[in-house]
C-alpha cells in the first residue's frame, strides 16, 4: 500500500519537481550569459514568472484543432519521457527498456510542433520548423549510437540499471571515463538537442523572428515555455544518468545538472550561430564518426 501511495506521489509531483529546477536552470542560463555581456541579467526565477503572465493572457486566436493538439503532443512527449528517467527515489517505470522508451518519447514534442506550425501557414515558422526536423536528424543519431553503445558496453537497456553499474565503481566506471569518445559525441548532440548556439538555427530570432514560435502567443506560449523548462531538465538528467554515473541524492544530481548546464552555456555564450547547412555538416562530421567509432570499439572490445 505504501508503495503505491508512494508512485502516485512521485507521478504527481515529478514534474513539478522537474518544472522547478528547469526554472532555476533557464534563470541561472539568462543570468550566466548576462554576466559573460557585462550585464546584470534578469533574476534567477524569472522564468517563473514568465509562465504566470503568458498563463495568465486571454488567447483569442486559434489555428485550428491541430494547432491545440500539438501542443498536446508537446508537453506530453516530454512528461511521458520524464516517467522513464530515473533520479533519486524515483524509477519505478525504468525497467522497461526504457533506452527505447525514451528515444521514441523523445521524438513526439518536435512532430507535434511541425504539425501545430503547419496549420498556422507561417512562413518563418515553416522555415524554423523544417530546420527543427533536419536538426533531428542531425543530432539524434549520434545521440541514439550513444545509446546502442552505452547499452552494449553495460549488457542493459535499463537506465536505472546502467546508473547501478557506474556508481557500483565510483567515478572508474562513469561513462564518460570508460568510453569518452561516446561521452563527447553524446556532449556535441547534446548542444544540438538544446538548441543552444552554434546549433541555434531552429529559432534564429535576428533572422526568422523566433521561427516554430511566431504565431504562439498567451498560453500557448506559456506551455511551449513550460515544456522548454522541463525539458532541460530531462536532456540534462539524461547525459548525467548515461555518462555521470547518475546521483546517490538530489544534491548530486543538482550540481552535476548545474555544471553540465555551465558547459552548454559557455559555448552558448562565446559561439555565433552555425547556418543550417554549417550544423547539420558539424553534426555528421564530428559527433556521428566518433559515435561510429566508439560503437565499432566497443563490438571489438575496446573500451
Do not use: C
Not at 508512494?6 to 533557464?26: D, E, Q
Not at 484543432?65 to 508537446?74: E, F, G, K
Not at 559557455?266 to 553534426?283: E, L, P
Request: glycine share 12%.
Amino acid at each position: 500500500m505504501n508503495s503505491v501511495i508512494g508512485l502516485v506521489v512521485w507521478i504527481v509531483f515529478y514534474p513539478l519537481i522537474a518544472f522547478t529546477v528547469g526554472v532555476f536552470l533557464g534563470g541561472y542560463g539568462r543570468k550566466f550569459t548576462a554576466r559573460v555581456q557585462r550585464r546584470v541579467g534578469p533574476s534567477w526565477i524569472q522564468p517563473f514568472f514568465d509562465v504566470i503572465k503568458l498563463m495568465r493572457k486571454r488567447t483569442n486566436i486559434s489555428h485550428g484543432y491541430m494547432h491545440d493538439i500539438s501542443l498536446m503532443m508537446l508537453v506530453s512527449g516530454t512528461m511521458l519521457s520524464l516517467y522513464f528517467i530515473p533520479v533519486p527515489g524515483f524509477h519505478y517505470f525504468s525497467q522497461f527498456g526504457d533506452f527505447v522508451v525514451i528515444i521514441y518519447l523523445l521524438l513526439i514534442p518536435s512532430l507535434g510542433m511541425a504539425l501545430g506550425v503547419g496549420e498556422t501557414a507561417n512562413p518563418n515558422g515553416s522555415i524554423g520548423i523544417s530546420r527543427a526536423l533536419q536538426m533531428l536528424f542531425g543530432y539524434e543519431v549520434p545521440f541514439v549510437l550513444t545509446f546502442i553503445g552505452m547499452a552494449m558496453l553495460n549488457g542493459t537497456t535499463s537506465m536505472y540499471e546502467l546508473v547501478q553499474i557506474q556508481q557500483s565503481g565510483g567515478i572508474a566506471t562513469w561513462g564518460i571515463v570508460t568510453h569518452p569518445l561516446l561521452g563527447i559525441a553524446a556532449l556535441f548532440a547534446l548542444q544540438g538537442m538544446m538548441n543552444e548556439k552554434p546549433f541555434e538555427v531552429i529559432i534564429a530570432p535576428h533572422e526568422i523572428a523566433t521561427g516554430p514560435m511566431t504565431e504562439m502567443g498567451g498560453k500557448y506560449m506559456g506551455m511551449m515555455f513550460i515544456q522548454h523548462l522541463i525539458n532541460l531538465f530531462v536532456e540534462l538528467t539524461i547525459y548525467a544518468n548515461l555518462f555521470l554515473g547518475g546521483a546517490k541524492n538530489w544534491f548530486e544530481l543538482l550540481f552535476k545538472l548545474f555544471v553540465l548546464f555551465t558547459l552548454i552555456l559557455s559555448v552558448n555564450s562565446v559561439f555565433g550561430r552555425f547556418r543550417t547547412d554549417d550544423a547539420m555538416r558539424f553534426m555528421w562530421k564530428i559527433p556521428l564518426p566518433l559515435a561510429a567509432i566508439g560503437v565499432v570499439g566497443i563490438m571489438l572490445g575496446i573500451g
